[in-house]
């Protein structure tokens, strides 16, 4: 529970932790990150810090990629892009 819309939960290949997108810092609500938690709710990581919305992730089966879609870069309000980071612990 952080009091702020989570949505699209997505598990890390080892099923030890959730990627999920998140606005529990958001002003306005719109601005939405991606975090990752572990499963007992401890350890909330952001790994993404921009304005604009971060969703919809998944990492790679063999968990060394994170796919996200974002509206940064956006050309119009509201286009969405996909981003392909590697993925270090």
Request: some cysteine; overall charge negative; hydrophobic content about 35%.
């Amino acid at each position: 529970d952080l009091g702020a819309a989570n949505f699209c939960p997505y598990f890390t290949p080892d099923g030890r932790r959730c990627g999920l997108p998140s606005s529990p810092h958001a002003r306005p609500e719109r601005e939405v990150g991606r975090f990752v938690i572990t499963l007992d709710g401890s350890g909330l990581h952001q790994i993404t810090f921009t304005p604009e919305f971060d969703g919809f992730p998944m990492f790679s089966p063999d968990g060394t990629k994170l796919v996200w879609c974002s509206n940064r870069n956006g050309t119009v309000r509201g286009e969405t892009n996909v981003f392909i980071a590697d993925w270090v612990e």
